[in-house]
């Protein structure tokens, strides 16, 4: 699998030749064995899984352990980490201080930026990196804690007192229910709601070496902790250009309003000088159909119409699509909906406030995070990540006193 490559950093070092690659396009900055992706043909394989099939028969916590270890569990592997991960969902009460000195009405990825980095204050000291027990006990740590972390962000943003995890629903749910408003409610999750979830969160784990994974690899090549990497994968993952697009495709859509204006939408979106573009539009890898987005698609209409919602932000993605799929511009540069254009409708539905929409991505690529980070951990290749540049400033010259300049 895979096309053809060079190992630049075989070759002999008198040649002094590197590449200039703007954006990594052409750059392979690792081998993994994770995820695959054939762009143009559409494919997506987690461990060698096709993605359709993962999304028909697995759960999230499952696909965790899928992309952690390389295999899927047995029963009696599933059970024993899902108790592992299950015994760790508890915060350190002293995050509570942390978090609220954030401002209330901060963005809830600044605050997890913020508390994913604390977490290094209270597991770094007794974090042996060479121990391979302790990195895993470091991974499970962070895929049981950034759902409990995620839930008082929001909380607090909204006011609202932090809730404990509740360690008898599965994973998913018991996310749900921390973050759920009403705290004496029980949460009631229809079937529907709690695969589409699920579903989510099973294509959000994993898409090799996308921004926010690339950084935390980055970060990781240099030896830092687990926790500050994966800080710094939440924060490349916040971008509109990668993450934050789910909660920008969203504003976006109401923005529009109504199916008349779509065609408004795309000219402008055609045009360069107006700086607009189709959020939930194009993919650097996908140069066909993303597999999540059709998976996204079909169910955005379960859940809808199981839930009884008539969302009009539903008819304008879908005219929104219909019109630049026909449309020269984007389809002569294989422009298509990615993960992203329908997953904020099916949020929307179940009552997930629109700020929270990249939180929960970064809930469920954790999970990919994680299996990155371990992967090259336990890669002898493994080396700093130290890209070179064009340098493109002033020649050398000399200094000159502040009074004669
Ligand atoms: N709307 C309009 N035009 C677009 C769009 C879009 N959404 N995406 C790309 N283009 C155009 C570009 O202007 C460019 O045109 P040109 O060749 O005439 O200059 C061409 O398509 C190629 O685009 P690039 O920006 O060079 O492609 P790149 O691979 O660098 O970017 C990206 C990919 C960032 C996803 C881009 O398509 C984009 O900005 N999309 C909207 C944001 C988005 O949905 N991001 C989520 C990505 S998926 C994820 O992270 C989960």
Not at 206 to 227: F, I, K, L
């Amino acid at each position: 699998l895979g096309a053809p490559c060079i190992d630049v950093g075989k070759l002999p070092k008198e040649t002094g030749c590197f590449t200039y690659d703007n954006g990594f396009t052409a750059t392979a900055s690792c081998r993994s064995a994770i995820t695959y992706i054939d762009g143009d043909a559409g494919v997506l394989l987690y461990r060698g899984y096709p993605i359709e099939q993962l999304a028909q028969n697995s759960s999230f916590l499952e696909v965790a352990y899928l992309l952690m270890n390389g295999e899927l569990p047995n029963a009696a592997e599933f059970d024993s980490f899902e108790h592992e991960v299950t015994h760790h969902t508890m915060m350190h009460e002293a995050f509570r201080t942390f978090l609220y000195g954030f401002r209330h009405d901060a963005h809830p990825m600044a605050m997890l930026v913020g508390m994913l980095g604390s977490m290094a204050s209270f597991y770094h000291n007794d974090l042996d990196l060479e121990d391979p027990v302790q990195r895993r006990l470091a991974a499970i740590r962070l895929i049981a804690k950034v759902p409990t972390i995620a839930a008082a962000c929001h909380r607090y943003s909204i006011g609202w007192p932090i809730r404990y995890p509740k360690n008898n629903l599965e994973y998913t749910t018991r996310f749900l229910h921390m973050m759920k408003e009403v705290p004496s409610e029980p949460l009631e999750l229809s079937p529907v709601a709690a695969k589409a979830m699920d579903l989510l969160f099973i294509l959000h784990a994993d898409h090799e070496q996308n921004a926010s994974t690339s950084t935390v690899r980055m970060v990781g090549s240099t030896g830092a902790n687990p926790y500050a990497c994966l800080a710094a994968g939440v924060a490349a993952l916040w971008g509109p250009a990668h993450g934050g697009a789910n909660e920008a495709v969203l504003k976006m859509l109401a923005e529009i309003g109504r199916p008349e204006n779509v065609k408004s939408a795309v000219d402008k979106a055609k045009d360069k000088e107006s700086g607009f573009r189709l959020m939930g539009f194009g993919h650097r890898v996908y140069k066909n159909y993303d597999p999540r987005a059709a998976l996204v698609r079909k169910m955005t209409h379960d859940v809808l119409g199981s839930l009884g919602i008539n969302d009009p932000l539903l008819d304008v993605a879908m005219k929104l699509e219909e019109a630049a799929l026909k449309d020269d511009y984007f389809v002569s540069r294989k422009l298509y909906p990615n993960v992203d254009f329908y997953s904020g409708i099916i949020y929307k539905a179940l009552g997930i406030p629109v700020e929270m929409f990249t939180v929960m991505f970064a809930i469920a690529r954790t999970a990919g995070w994680v299996a990155h980070w371990l992967e090259q951990q336990d890669d002898p290749e493994n080396k700093i990540g130290r890209p070179r540049q064009i340098y493109t400033g002033a020649p050398t010259r000399d200094y000159v006193g502040i009074d004669r300049r």
